[in-house]
């Protein structure tokens, strides 16, 4: 008999079904102060639209809180605590004090490890304390999904350009708005080849992918 293989995924900081409070402030040409907010910041060392693998969520600010709804058994955070920060955090209304961790010293060091959740939607609420030292950081980086276990299953890329995905809604503006770009090179999954990616910065833009 094949050896479970776990089945889990990743939510990046930047993603929309994260919920930031106060919501991130960001303006061209403006360093945002995360002592005052969340502070989405990129780490890429080349000037380019996206931000894949290097972007996070900074704050400084005490009650900075975000909220992420997930369906699985569990769920990892990656970050890091500097100068004293920590954070307290529940799941489902219900306070999670194992697994967590000061985070300490280097980038994306795990902040928190639950398991154990039953199979079904939960929402993680997580909230910033400040220590003593007003320099203090809390940076978010990403977080992992655990969703379960499977003897075998079968993995297929689906392009940025195939016929399994619809971009919408549709309507011309918003298809118009999907613009196709190349020279994507930060974390191509295996099996993509083609190097061309769509992306988009319109409000309601959407991509809808049919899969078994």
Same mark, same amino acid.
């Given at each position: 008999?094949? +050896?479970?293989? &776990?089945? #889990?995924?990743?939510?990046?900081?930047?993603?929309?079904?994260?919920?930031? !409070? &106060? #919501?991130?402030?960001?303006?061209?040409?403006?360093?945002?102060?995360?002592? %005052?907010?969340?502070?989405?910041?990129?780490?890429?060392?080349?000037?380019?639209?996206?931000?894949?693998?290097?972007?996070?969520? $900074? !704050? =400084?600010?005490?009650?900075?809180?975000?909220?992420?709804?997930?369906?699985? !058994?569990?769920?990892?955070? /990656?970050?890091?605590?500097?100068?004293?920060?920590?954070?307290?955090? *529940?799941?489902?209304?219900?306070?999670?004090?194992?697994? %967590?961790?000061?985070?300490?010293?280097?980038?994306?060091?795990?902040?928190?490890?639950? @398991?154990?959740?039953?199979?079904?939607?939960?929402?993680?609420?997580?909230?910033?304390?400040?220590?003593?030292?007003?320099? =203090? %950081?809390?940076?978010?980086?990403?977080?992992? $999904?655990? $969703?379960? +276990?499977?003897?075998? /299953?079968?993995? !297929?890329?689906?392009?940025?350009? @195939?016929?399994?995905?619809?971009?919408? &809604?549709?309507? &011309?503006?918003?298809?118009?708005?999907?613009?196709?770009?190349?020279?994507? +090179?930060?974390?191509?999954?295996?099996?993509?080849?083609? @190097?061309?990616?769509?992306?988009?910065?319109?409000?309601?833009? *959407? $991509?809808?992918? @049919?899969?078994?």
């Amino acid at each position: 008999m094949a +050896n479970p293989q &776990p089945l #889990n995924f990743t939510i990046d900081d930047s993603s929309p079904v994260i919920r930031y !409070t &106060p #919501n991130p402030t960001f303006a061209v040409n403006i360093f945002p102060d995360p002592l %005052l907010n969340w502070s989405p910041v990129c780490g890429a060392i080349d000037a380019s639209e996206r931000c894949d693998d290097h972007s996070a969520h $900074v !704050t =400084g600010l005490d009650g900075a809180k975000f909220a992420l709804s997930f369906f699985g !058994t569990g769920i990892n955070l /990656f970050g890091n605590l500097t100068l004293g920060t920590t954070f307290s955090m *529940n799941i489902d209304g219900n306070t999670v004090s194992n697994g %967590l961790s000061r985070g300490e010293g280097a980038d994306s060091q795990i902040l928190a490890k639950v @398991s154990g959740l039953s199979p079904a939607l939960h929402t993680l609420i997580l909230t910033v304390k400040k220590g003593e030292d007003i320099r =203090g %950081l809390f940076t978010f980086d990403y977080a992992q $999904v655990l $969703v379960g +276990n499977a003897t075998s /299953f079968n993995r !297929t890329v689906i392009d940025a350009f @195939s016929d399994q995905l619809r971009l919408g &809604p549709a309507e &011309p503006r918003y298809l118009e708005s999907w613009n196709r770009y190349g020279g994507y +090179n930060a974390s191509v999954p295996d099996g993509v080849n083609f @190097s061309s990616f769509r992306a988009t910065d319109l409000v309601g833009a *959407n $991509v809808y992918a @049919s899969f078994k």
